[in-house]
Protein backbone atom coordinates (compact mmCIF):
# COMPACT_ATOMS: atom_id res chain seq x y z
CA UNK A 1 0.00 0.00 0.00
CA UNK A 2 1.36 3.26 -0.82
CA UNK A 3 2.21 5.93 2.01
CA UNK A 4 2.33 9.27 1.93
CA UNK A 5 5.66 11.49 1.58
CA UNK A 6 4.64 12.97 4.50
CA UNK A 7 4.88 9.62 7.07
CA UNK A 8 7.30 7.57 5.04
CA UNK A 9 9.71 10.40 5.54
CA UNK A 10 8.93 11.37 8.95
CA UNK A 11 11.73 12.52 11.33
CA UNK A 12 12.64 9.97 13.60
CA UNK A 13 15.11 11.63 15.27
CA UNK A 14 15.33 15.06 16.68
CA UNK A 15 18.38 15.69 14.45
CA UNK A 16 16.01 15.11 11.38
CA UNK A 17 13.51 17.42 12.16
CA UNK A 18 14.30 20.70 9.68
CA UNK A 19 13.98 24.58 11.01
CA UNK A 20 13.17 24.10 15.00
CA UNK A 21 16.85 23.56 16.21
CA UNK A 22 16.19 26.08 18.86
CA UNK A 23 13.67 23.63 20.44
CA UNK A 24 15.12 19.97 19.52
CA UNK A 25 18.44 21.44 21.41
CA UNK A 26 16.93 22.21 24.39
CA UNK A 27 14.79 18.55 24.43
CA UNK A 28 17.73 16.55 23.25
CA UNK A 29 19.83 18.07 26.28
CA UNK A 30 17.32 17.05 28.41
CA UNK A 31 16.48 13.77 27.61
CA UNK A 32 20.63 13.59 28.14
CA UNK A 33 20.77 14.83 31.25
CA UNK A 34 17.50 12.70 32.60
CA UNK A 35 15.91 16.60 33.03
CA UNK A 36 12.73 16.12 31.57
CA UNK A 37 9.51 17.80 32.87
CA UNK A 38 6.53 16.94 33.49
CA UNK A 39 4.56 18.62 30.78
CA UNK A 40 5.48 20.45 27.63
CA UNK A 41 3.20 22.61 25.66
CA UNK A 42 4.39 22.78 21.47
CA UNK A 43 2.40 25.30 19.82
CA UNK A 44 2.99 26.71 16.42
CA UNK A 45 0.99 27.02 12.66
CA UNK A 46 0.11 23.14 11.15
CA UNK A 47 3.47 21.01 9.34
CA UNK A 48 5.53 22.57 11.80
CA UNK A 49 6.56 19.41 13.14
CA UNK A 50 4.66 19.72 17.07
CA UNK A 51 3.53 16.15 17.02
CA UNK A 52 6.32 14.91 15.44
CA UNK A 53 9.03 16.47 17.94
CA UNK A 54 5.76 14.83 20.90
CA UNK A 55 6.53 11.30 19.14
CA UNK A 56 10.26 11.40 19.16
CA UNK A 57 10.45 12.78 22.57
CA UNK A 58 8.37 9.60 23.79
CA UNK A 59 10.42 7.29 22.34
CA UNK A 60 13.31 9.09 23.76
CA UNK A 61 12.37 8.93 27.35
CA UNK A 62 11.77 5.26 27.12
CA UNK A 63 14.72 4.31 24.72
CA UNK A 64 16.99 1.44 26.61
CA UNK A 65 19.78 2.88 24.35
CA UNK A 66 19.38 6.90 23.63
CA UNK A 67 22.10 8.15 21.73
CA UNK A 68 22.73 11.53 22.63
CA UNK A 69 19.55 12.37 23.72
CA UNK A 70 17.87 10.96 20.60
CA UNK A 71 15.99 7.71 20.24
CA UNK A 72 17.88 4.58 18.96
CA UNK A 73 14.69 3.52 17.03
CA UNK A 74 16.42 -0.23 17.20
CA UNK A 75 15.42 -1.40 20.70
CA UNK A 76 12.27 -3.37 21.92
CA UNK A 77 10.74 0.11 23.55
CA UNK A 78 11.41 2.64 19.90
CA UNK A 79 10.36 -0.51 17.98
CA UNK A 80 6.86 -0.52 19.64
CA UNK A 81 6.32 2.86 20.01
CA UNK A 82 6.92 3.37 16.21
CA UNK A 83 4.57 0.16 15.59
CA UNK A 84 1.99 2.33 17.46
CA UNK A 85 1.89 -1.05 19.74
CA UNK A 86 3.25 0.14 22.72
CA UNK A 87 0.67 0.86 25.56
CA UNK A 88 2.94 3.72 27.22
CA UNK A 89 2.17 6.14 24.90
CA UNK A 90 -1.38 6.97 24.10
CA UNK A 91 -1.87 9.97 21.88
CA UNK A 92 -5.57 11.59 22.37
CA UNK A 93 -7.28 13.97 19.91
CA UNK A 94 -8.86 16.72 21.77
CA UNK A 95 -10.80 17.92 18.68
CA UNK A 96 -12.84 14.26 19.15
CA UNK A 97 -12.64 14.30 23.12
CA UNK A 98 -13.33 18.07 24.29
CA UNK A 99 -15.32 17.03 27.46
CA UNK A 100 -14.97 16.60 30.88
CA UNK A 101 -15.67 12.99 31.37
CA UNK A 102 -12.99 12.15 28.94
CA UNK A 103 -10.19 14.32 30.75
CA UNK A 104 -11.94 12.43 33.96
CA UNK A 105 -11.02 8.87 32.28
CA UNK A 106 -7.59 9.86 31.91
CA UNK A 107 -6.82 10.69 35.11
CA UNK A 108 -7.81 7.70 36.55
CA UNK A 109 -5.40 5.64 34.23
CA UNK A 110 -2.90 7.58 35.30
CA UNK A 111 -2.50 5.60 38.89
CA UNK A 112 -1.04 2.91 36.71
CA UNK A 113 2.76 2.14 36.38
CA UNK A 114 4.28 1.91 32.76
CA UNK A 115 3.94 -1.31 30.69
CA UNK A 116 7.32 -1.87 29.75
CA UNK A 117 8.71 1.96 29.51
CA UNK A 118 9.87 4.08 32.30
CA UNK A 119 7.27 6.78 31.15
CA UNK A 120 3.53 6.43 30.06
CA UNK A 121 3.04 9.68 27.44
CA UNK A 122 -0.16 11.06 27.31
CA UNK A 123 0.27 13.16 23.65
CA UNK A 124 -2.96 15.48 23.49
CA UNK A 125 -3.33 16.96 20.38
CA UNK A 126 -5.11 20.46 19.21
CA UNK A 127 -5.73 20.43 23.47
CA UNK A 128 -7.25 24.17 22.70
CA UNK A 129 -10.27 22.10 21.75
CA UNK A 130 -11.01 20.91 25.07
CA UNK A 131 -14.24 22.60 27.00
CA UNK A 132 -13.39 24.96 30.04
CA UNK A 133 -14.84 22.24 32.11
CA UNK A 134 -12.11 19.39 30.39
CA UNK A 135 -9.54 22.76 31.57
CA UNK A 136 -10.36 22.45 35.21
CA UNK A 137 -10.42 18.85 35.59
CA UNK A 138 -6.58 18.72 33.90
CA UNK A 139 -5.60 21.52 35.90
CA UNK A 140 -5.22 19.68 39.13
CA UNK A 141 -3.43 16.85 37.19
CA UNK A 142 -0.82 18.91 35.45
CA UNK A 143 -0.01 20.68 38.57
CA UNK A 144 0.78 17.40 40.61
CA UNK A 145 1.42 14.74 38.11
CA UNK A 146 2.34 11.16 39.03
CA UNK A 147 6.44 10.77 38.60
CA UNK A 148 5.83 8.70 35.84
CA UNK A 149 3.52 10.49 33.85
CA UNK A 150 4.45 13.15 30.86
CA UNK A 151 1.97 15.31 29.16
CA UNK A 152 3.15 16.62 25.79
CA UNK A 153 -0.11 19.49 24.82
CA UNK A 154 -0.28 20.51 20.93
CA UNK A 155 -1.88 23.39 19.36
CA UNK A 156 -1.95 25.65 16.73
CA UNK A 157 -3.76 28.34 18.59
CA UNK A 158 -1.97 29.43 21.69
CA UNK A 159 -4.68 31.98 22.93
CA UNK A 160 -7.15 29.59 23.75
CA UNK A 161 -4.99 27.94 26.00
CA UNK A 162 -5.92 29.33 29.55
CA UNK A 163 -3.25 30.89 31.38
CA UNK A 164 -3.23 28.36 34.39
CA UNK A 165 -2.79 25.88 31.80
CA UNK A 166 0.29 27.68 30.46
CA UNK A 167 1.73 28.28 33.90
CA UNK A 168 2.16 24.53 34.84
CA UNK A 169 3.75 23.43 30.65
CA UNK A 170 7.17 24.14 29.53
CA UNK A 171 6.07 26.07 26.23
CA UNK A 172 8.28 25.82 23.08
CA UNK A 173 7.10 27.95 20.08
CA UNK A 174 7.56 26.20 16.82
CA UNK A 175 8.04 28.88 14.16
CA UNK A 176 7.50 28.61 10.24
CA UNK A 177 10.04 27.35 8.07
CA UNK A 178 11.24 29.32 5.53
CA UNK A 179 10.98 28.55 1.95
CA UNK A 180 15.03 27.75 1.26
CA UNK A 181 14.32 25.11 4.36
CA UNK A 182 11.22 23.61 2.63
CA UNK A 183 12.81 23.73 -0.71
CA UNK A 184 15.97 21.97 0.23
CA UNK A 185 14.09 19.36 2.47
CA UNK A 186 11.77 18.81 -0.92
CA UNK A 187 14.88 18.63 -3.19
CA UNK A 188 16.45 15.97 -0.75
CA UNK A 189 13.21 13.65 -0.53
CA UNK A 190 12.94 13.43 -4.71
CA UNK A 191 16.21 12.63 -5.05
CA UNK A 192 15.66 9.61 -2.49
CA UNK A 193 12.30 8.69 -4.34
CA UNK A 194 14.10 8.37 -7.58
CA UNK A 195 12.64 12.05 -9.71
CA UNK A 196 14.03 15.06 -10.49
CA UNK A 197 12.47 18.04 -8.50
CA UNK A 198 13.50 21.15 -10.41
CA UNK A 199 14.84 23.99 -8.43
CA UNK A 200 11.57 26.36 -9.74
CA UNK A 201 9.27 23.84 -8.99
CA UNK A 202 11.32 23.31 -5.47
CA UNK A 203 10.66 27.06 -5.12
CA UNK A 204 7.54 27.90 -6.10
CA UNK A 205 6.31 24.58 -3.99
CA UNK A 206 7.95 26.20 -0.97
CA UNK A 207 6.40 29.27 -0.87
CA UNK A 208 2.80 27.71 -1.32
CA UNK A 209 3.44 25.56 1.63
CA UNK A 210 3.81 28.99 3.57
CA UNK A 211 6.04 27.42 6.42
CA UNK A 212 4.63 24.49 6.84
CA UNK A 213 6.32 21.30 5.06
CA UNK A 214 3.91 18.67 5.66
CA UNK A 215 1.95 20.92 3.06
CA UNK A 216 5.12 21.06 0.83
CA UNK A 217 5.12 17.31 0.75
CA UNK A 218 1.39 16.64 0.52
CA UNK A 219 1.54 19.49 -3.15
CA UNK A 220 4.82 17.13 -3.84
CA UNK A 221 2.96 13.82 -3.86
CA UNK A 222 0.37 15.72 -6.26
CA UNK A 223 2.51 16.54 -8.67
CA UNK A 224 4.96 13.57 -9.14
CA UNK A 225 4.06 11.59 -12.10
CA UNK A 226 6.26 8.51 -11.53
CA UNK A 227 10.15 8.77 -12.31
CA UNK A 228 9.22 12.08 -14.69
CA UNK A 229 10.64 15.42 -13.72
CA UNK A 230 8.39 17.52 -11.85
CA UNK A 231 8.61 20.93 -13.44
CA UNK A 232 7.43 24.53 -12.37
CA UNK A 233 4.80 24.33 -15.55
CA UNK A 234 3.88 21.13 -14.20
CA UNK A 235 3.53 22.60 -10.70
CA UNK A 236 1.42 25.24 -11.77
CA UNK A 237 -0.77 23.11 -14.15
CA UNK A 238 -1.62 20.19 -11.06
CA UNK A 239 -2.08 22.76 -8.33
CA UNK A 240 -4.03 25.46 -10.09
CA UNK A 241 -1.36 28.61 -9.79
CA UNK A 242 -0.54 31.37 -12.14
CA UNK A 243 3.43 32.28 -12.65
CA UNK A 244 3.80 36.06 -11.81
CA UNK A 245 4.37 36.92 -15.06
CA UNK A 246 0.94 36.68 -16.28
CA UNK A 247 -0.03 38.63 -12.86
CA UNK A 248 2.41 41.11 -13.65
CA UNK A 249 0.71 41.45 -16.77
CA UNK A 250 -2.75 42.19 -14.94
CA UNK A 251 -1.38 44.90 -12.84
CA UNK A 252 -0.39 46.70 -15.99
CA UNK A 253 -3.92 46.16 -17.69
CA UNK A 254 -5.41 47.68 -14.76
CA UNK A 255 -2.84 50.64 -14.31
CA UNK A 256 -3.52 51.06 -18.38
CA UNK A 257 -7.12 51.46 -17.35
CA UNK A 258 -7.82 48.71 -19.61
CA UNK A 259 -10.79 47.13 -18.80
CA UNK A 260 -11.78 44.43 -21.65
CA UNK A 261 -8.18 43.24 -21.74
CA UNK A 262 -8.46 42.69 -17.78
CA UNK A 263 -11.80 40.88 -17.92
CA UNK A 264 -10.27 38.85 -20.98
CA UNK A 265 -7.36 38.02 -18.37
CA UNK A 266 -9.80 37.04 -15.85
CA UNK A 267 -11.81 34.76 -18.05
CA UNK A 268 -9.23 32.73 -19.17
CA UNK A 269 -7.05 32.62 -16.18
CA UNK A 270 -10.34 31.34 -14.39
CA UNK A 271 -10.60 28.76 -17.04
CA UNK A 272 -6.54 27.63 -17.19
CA UNK A 273 -5.81 27.88 -13.77
CA UNK A 274 -8.08 28.46 -10.50
CA UNK A 275 -11.15 30.13 -9.39
CA UNK A 276 -12.18 34.11 -8.66
CA UNK A 277 -10.80 34.08 -4.84
CA UNK A 278 -7.34 32.48 -6.00
CA UNK A 279 -6.72 34.47 -8.63
CA UNK A 280 -7.62 37.57 -6.63
CA UNK A 281 -5.59 36.52 -3.61
CA UNK A 282 -2.65 36.11 -5.98
CA UNK A 283 -2.86 39.64 -7.54
CA UNK A 284 -2.83 40.95 -3.48
CA UNK A 285 -0.08 38.45 -3.20
CA UNK A 286 1.86 40.19 -6.20
CA UNK A 287 0.43 43.79 -5.17
CA UNK A 288 1.75 43.32 -1.62
CA UNK A 289 5.52 42.52 -3.29
CA UNK A 290 5.23 45.33 -5.37
CA UNK A 291 4.41 47.62 -2.27
CA UNK A 292 7.84 46.48 -0.97
CA UNK A 293 9.62 46.65 -3.78
CA UNK A 294 8.44 50.08 -3.80
CA UNK A 295 9.11 51.23 0.10
CA UNK A 296 12.36 49.58 0.36
CA UNK A 297 15.72 49.73 -0.08
CA UNK A 298 16.76 46.11 -0.26
CA UNK A 299 13.59 43.93 -1.17
CA UNK A 300 15.57 41.35 -1.29
CA UNK A 301 15.54 40.69 2.20
CA UNK A 302 11.87 40.40 2.46
CA UNK A 303 10.52 38.99 -0.64
CA UNK A 304 10.93 34.69 -1.38
CA UNK A 305 11.29 35.18 -4.98
CA UNK A 306 14.21 34.38 -7.62
CA UNK A 307 16.49 37.16 -8.81
CA UNK A 308 15.07 37.26 -12.20
CA UNK A 309 11.26 37.55 -10.95
CA UNK A 310 12.52 40.37 -8.27
CA UNK A 311 14.22 42.26 -10.59
CA UNK A 312 10.76 42.36 -13.08
CA UNK A 313 8.79 43.42 -9.63
CA UNK A 314 11.58 46.01 -9.46
CA UNK A 315 10.86 47.21 -12.66
CA UNK A 316 7.21 47.02 -12.37
CA UNK A 317 6.81 48.72 -8.94
CA UNK A 318 9.33 51.66 -10.46
CA UNK A 319 6.08 52.31 -12.76
CA UNK A 320 3.43 52.26 -10.21
CA UNK A 321 2.66 55.21 -7.64
CA UNK A 322 2.76 53.77 -4.14
CA UNK A 323 -0.32 55.18 -3.11
CA UNK A 324 -2.20 53.46 -6.86
CA UNK A 325 -0.42 49.88 -5.63
CA UNK A 326 -2.07 50.59 -2.00
CA UNK A 327 -5.63 51.44 -3.70
CA UNK A 328 -5.23 48.09 -5.67
CA UNK A 329 -4.43 46.15 -3.03
CA UNK A 330 -7.65 47.14 -0.59
CA UNK A 331 -9.89 47.08 -3.42
CA UNK A 332 -8.98 43.48 -3.78
CA UNK A 333 -8.73 42.86 -0.04
CA UNK A 334 -11.83 44.09 -0.32
CA UNK A 335 -13.32 42.08 -2.99
CA UNK A 336 -11.48 38.72 -1.67
CA UNK A 337 -14.02 39.69 1.77
CA UNK A 338 -17.35 39.92 -0.58
CA UNK A 339 -16.47 36.80 -2.35
CA UNK A 340 -17.04 34.89 0.86
CA UNK A 341 -20.37 36.47 1.36
CA UNK A 342 -22.24 36.55 -2.26
CA UNK A 343 -23.81 33.74 -4.34
CA UNK A 344 -22.43 34.94 -8.25
CA UNK A 345 -18.58 34.93 -7.22
CA UNK A 346 -17.79 35.47 -10.19
CA UNK A 347 -19.91 38.72 -10.80
CA UNK A 348 -18.17 40.08 -7.92
CA UNK A 349 -14.55 39.22 -8.97
CA UNK A 350 -15.57 41.25 -12.19
CA UNK A 351 -16.33 44.21 -10.22
CA UNK A 352 -13.43 44.35 -8.15
CA UNK A 353 -11.25 44.14 -11.52
CA UNK A 354 -13.40 46.91 -13.27
CA UNK A 355 -12.92 48.99 -10.17
CA UNK A 356 -8.60 48.54 -10.24
CA UNK A 357 -9.46 50.53 -13.79
CA UNK A 358 -11.91 52.68 -12.79
CA UNK A 359 -11.01 54.16 -9.32
CA UNK A 360 -13.74 57.16 -9.63
CA UNK A 361 -16.47 53.96 -9.99
CA UNK A 362 -16.39 53.53 -5.97
CA UNK A 363 -17.53 55.37 -3.64
CA UNK A 364 -14.56 55.53 -1.18
CA UNK A 365 -12.51 58.46 -0.14
CA UNK A 366 -9.74 57.56 -3.31
CA UNK A 367 -12.75 57.79 -5.47
CA UNK A 368 -14.66 61.10 -4.16
CA UNK A 369 -10.63 62.82 -4.53
CA UNK A 370 -10.24 61.47 -7.78
CA UNK A 371 -13.78 62.72 -8.82
CA UNK A 372 -12.73 66.03 -7.12
CA UNK A 373 -9.90 66.45 -8.81
CA UNK A 374 -11.38 66.21 -12.44
CA UNK A 375 -13.82 68.88 -11.55
CA UNK A 376 -11.18 71.39 -10.28
CA UNK A 377 -9.96 71.49 -13.93
CA UNK A 378 -12.80 73.35 -14.84
CA UNK A 379 -12.97 75.57 -11.47
CA UNK A 380 -10.93 78.83 -11.56
CA UNK A 381 -9.19 79.50 -8.46
CA UNK A 382 -10.62 81.82 -5.51
CA UNK A 383 -7.97 84.61 -6.27
CA UNK A 384 -9.06 85.24 -9.71
CA UNK A 385 -12.73 86.48 -8.31
CA UNK A 386 -12.92 90.36 -7.95
CA UNK A 387 -13.07 92.00 -4.14
CA UNK A 388 -16.53 93.59 -3.46
CA UNK A 389 -14.21 96.40 -2.64
CA UNK A 390 -11.95 96.87 -5.56
CA UNK A 391 -15.50 96.68 -7.82
CA UNK A 392 -17.20 99.71 -5.79
CA UNK A 393 -13.86 101.84 -6.48
CA UNK A 394 -14.34 104.30 -9.64
CA UNK A 395 -12.13 103.26 -11.79
CA UNK A 396 -10.64 105.40 -14.81
CA UNK A 397 -11.76 104.65 -18.62
CA UNK A 398 -9.30 102.26 -20.03
CA UNK A 399 -9.60 101.55 -23.70
CA UNK A 400 -10.08 97.87 -24.55
CA UNK A 401 -8.56 97.00 -27.87
CA UNK A 402 -11.22 95.36 -30.22
CA UNK A 403 -11.70 91.32 -29.28
CA UNK A 404 -10.17 89.46 -32.07
CA UNK A 405 -11.85 86.22 -33.30
CA UNK A 406 -8.84 83.37 -32.89
CA UNK A 407 -8.17 82.46 -36.02
CA UNK A 408 -9.35 78.57 -37.05
CA UNK A 409 -6.45 76.21 -35.95
CA UNK A 410 -4.49 74.25 -38.50
CA UNK A 411 -3.38 70.97 -37.09
CA UNK A 412 -1.23 68.27 -38.65
CA UNK A 413 -0.43 64.66 -37.08
CA UNK A 414 2.43 64.58 -34.53
CA UNK A 415 4.86 62.32 -36.61
CA UNK A 416 7.47 61.61 -33.54
CA UNK A 417 4.81 60.62 -31.32
CA UNK A 418 6.04 56.82 -30.84
CA UNK A 419 9.60 58.47 -30.60
CA UNK A 420 7.92 60.56 -27.84
CA UNK A 421 7.01 57.48 -26.12
CA UNK A 422 10.17 55.56 -26.41
CA UNK A 423 12.41 58.33 -25.17
CA UNK A 424 9.59 58.45 -21.61
CA UNK A 425 10.34 54.87 -21.06
CA UNK A 426 14.49 55.81 -21.55
CA UNK A 427 13.66 58.43 -18.77
CA UNK A 428 12.52 56.17 -16.58
CA UNK A 429 8.80 57.77 -16.59
CA UNK A 430 6.80 54.65 -17.83
CA UNK A 431 4.34 55.69 -15.85
CA UNK A 432 2.96 58.24 -18.03
CA UNK A 433 2.96 55.52 -21.10
CA UNK A 434 -0.51 54.44 -19.85
CA UNK A 435 -1.88 57.24 -19.53
CA UNK A 436 -0.83 58.16 -23.00
CA UNK A 437 -3.24 55.31 -24.96
CA UNK A 438 -6.15 57.07 -25.03
CA UNK A 439 -4.00 60.32 -26.41
CA UNK A 440 -5.16 61.92 -29.59
CA UNK A 441 -1.61 64.04 -30.71
CA UNK A 442 -1.42 66.59 -33.46
CA UNK A 443 0.85 70.16 -33.70
CA UNK A 444 -0.51 73.64 -34.44
CA UNK A 445 2.70 75.44 -34.99
CA UNK A 446 4.94 75.52 -31.87
CA UNK A 447 2.15 73.43 -29.66
CA UNK A 448 1.59 70.13 -29.41
CA UNK A 449 -2.23 69.45 -28.55
CA UNK A 450 -2.80 66.16 -26.37
CA UNK A 451 -6.77 65.86 -26.74
CA UNK A 452 -8.24 63.10 -25.17
CA UNK A 453 -12.04 62.05 -24.28
CA UNK A 454 -10.70 60.76 -20.59
CA UNK A 455 -10.56 63.45 -18.31
CA UNK A 456 -8.82 61.45 -15.67
CA UNK A 457 -5.79 60.86 -18.16
CA UNK A 458 -5.77 65.19 -18.68
CA UNK A 459 -6.06 65.78 -15.08
CA UNK A 460 -3.02 63.34 -14.61
CA UNK A 461 -0.96 64.50 -17.37
CA UNK A 462 -1.78 68.71 -16.31
CA UNK A 463 0.36 68.57 -13.90
CA UNK A 464 3.13 71.04 -13.96
CA UNK A 465 5.76 67.73 -13.09
CA UNK A 466 4.41 65.75 -16.02
CA UNK A 467 3.16 68.62 -18.66
CA UNK A 468 7.30 69.32 -18.29
CA UNK A 469 7.99 65.53 -18.72
CA UNK A 470 6.32 65.62 -22.22
CA UNK A 471 7.33 69.27 -22.76
CA UNK A 472 11.38 67.69 -23.04
CA UNK A 473 10.34 64.46 -24.29
CA UNK A 474 8.70 66.24 -27.66
CA UNK A 475 11.82 68.34 -27.65
CA UNK A 476 13.96 65.05 -28.06
CA UNK A 477 11.72 64.22 -30.41
CA UNK A 478 11.04 66.57 -32.24
CA UNK A 479 14.34 69.13 -32.16
CA UNK A 480 12.55 72.10 -31.00
CA UNK A 481 10.61 73.07 -27.70
CA UNK A 482 7.07 73.11 -28.27
CA UNK A 483 4.13 74.21 -25.67
CA UNK A 484 2.25 71.46 -24.21
CA UNK A 485 -1.53 71.76 -24.52
CA UNK A 486 -4.39 69.39 -23.19
CA UNK A 487 -8.10 69.40 -24.71
CA UNK A 488 -11.03 67.76 -24.18
CA UNK A 489 -12.42 66.05 -27.60
CA UNK A 490 -14.52 67.50 -29.06
CA UNK A 491 -18.43 65.78 -28.56
CA UNK A 492 -17.10 64.26 -25.48
CA UNK A 493 -19.53 64.17 -22.54
CA UNK A 494 -18.62 63.25 -18.60
CA UNK A 495 -21.15 61.19 -17.27
CA UNK A 496 -23.73 62.21 -15.26
CA UNK A 497 -22.18 63.77 -11.87
CA UNK A 498 -24.12 64.35 -8.63
CA UNK A 499 -21.03 66.34 -7.23
CA UNK A 500 -20.37 68.19 -10.33
CA UNK A 501 -24.44 68.84 -10.35
CA UNK A 502 -24.33 69.90 -7.00
CA UNK A 503 -21.15 72.37 -7.83
CA UNK A 504 -23.10 73.62 -10.94
CA UNK A 505 -26.07 74.72 -9.32
CA UNK A 506 -24.09 76.62 -6.35
CA UNK A 507 -22.65 78.87 -8.98
CA UNK A 508 -25.70 79.89 -10.31
Known amino acids: MYQALYRKYRPLTFSDVVGQEHIVGTLRAQVAEGAVSHAYLFCGTRGTGKTTCAKILARAVNCTHPQ ?3 PCNECPQCRGILSEAAMDVVEIDAATNTGVGDVRELREELIYAPASGRYRVYIIDEVHMLSNQAFNA ?11 VIFVLATTEIQKIPATILSRCQRFDFKRLTPDQIAGRLTEIAGREGFLLEPEAASLLARLADGALRDGLSLLDRCRDG ?5 RARVEQIIG ?5 PLMEAVRLAWRRDVAGLLKFYREACARYAGPAQLLGDLSALLRDLLICSVTERPQEILDCDAQELSEKIALSRQLPSACIMRMMRELQKGLWELGRTVDKGMTAEMTLISLCREELGEDIGALSARIARLERGIPPASAAVPPAAAAAPEAPVETPPKQEPAPESREDCPFWDQMKEILQDLGHANLLGFLLDIRPSLSGEQLILSSDQAFCLDFLGTPENKALLAEAAARAGGRNFTIVLKQAEGAADPFDPLQELLKENEE
Open 68 to 70: NGD
Open 138 to 148: LLKTLEEPPKH
Open 227 to 231: SEPVT
Open 241 to 245: VMGSG
